[in-house]
């Protein structure tokens, strides 16, 4: 496609639930970001994948959240037993390499946890 | 400190009005600067991109990069009720976001 593409636009689960979140990078951008956006609030990083390089784990809040990219492209974010603080919006983003390049939003995942 | 602070408003302007955003940061070493719009239950898209310090303008929006005072600025000129929406600072070397400013523009 020509943009980001996240899916599932919104997600409803039940505290203690697993969710999975995918994002569908641009085609030949070699970064990808997750983060999250709480209601009123910034951006907030999560994890940045750049190639084939170890990912920057640095801005996930608790070992509850993981994610991982297959074959450089497709990426999965994992939230493990949910909970209601995890409600927020999970914006992906790629872009062409780290540093000055312009990152694409995807339209996020409205992660609602009760 | 934050590495990125930026009022959150929420802004409200007339139709017309000239509209003034901020952020202050905190790393003297971030080079790139980007303003990033975000309409309502959209992902931000880029607005506006800087290198260094100076002015940049494309057509009615201006930004501003002040190294020495480690400040950026946005300006709207000829608000239009189109514009409405929030408005994200960004240091793209760092991927530090800002808190996002509400802007209202009512016709």
């Known amino acids: 496609g020509a943009g980001v593409s996240q899916s599932p636009s919104n997600k409803v689960t039940e505290k203690g639930k697993d969710v999975e979140l995918r994002c569908d990078p641009i085609?030949?951008?070699?970064?990808l970001y997750w983060y999250r956006q709480s209601l009123g609030q910034g951006l907030e990083f999560l994890i940045y994948?750049?190639?084939?390089?170890?990912?920057?784990k640095s801005g996930l809040p608790s070992d509850r959240f993981s994610a991982e990219r297959t074959g450089g492209s497709v990426s999965t974010l994992t939230i493990q037993r949910t909970q209601q603080e995890d409600s927020a919006v999970y914006l992906c983003?790629?872009?062409?390499?780290?540093?000055?390049?312009?990152?694409?939003f995807g339209a996020g995942t409205r992660l609602s946890v009760l | 400190q934050k590495e990125v602070e930026q009022d959150p408003g929420p802004l409200s302007v007339p139709e017309g009005a000239i509209v003034s955003l901020n952020c202050t940061y905190s790393?003297?070493?971030?080079?790139?600067f980007m303003w990033y719009r975000q309409y309502s239950r959209k992902g931000p898209e880029l607005l506006m991109y800087?290198?260094?310090?100076g002015n940049k303008e494309d057509g009615r929006f201006t930004a501003q990069v002040d190294k020495s005072s480690k400040y950026i600025s946005l300006f709207i000129r000829d608000s239009q009720p189109s514009d409405s929406a929030t408005y994200l600072c960004?240091?793209?070397?760092?991927?530090?976001f800002g808190a996002g400013t509400r802007l209202t523009v009512k016709p």
């Open positions: 983003a790629s872009s062409e390499t780290r540093g000055q390049n312009i990152q694409y």
């Open positions: 085609s030949g951008h070699t970064a």
């Open positions: 994948f750049q190639g084939n390089s170890a990912p920057d």
């Open positions: 790393n003297s070493a971030f080079q790139y």
């Open positions: 800087t290198y260094s310090s």
């Open positions: 960004a240091m793209s070397d760092d991927m530090r």
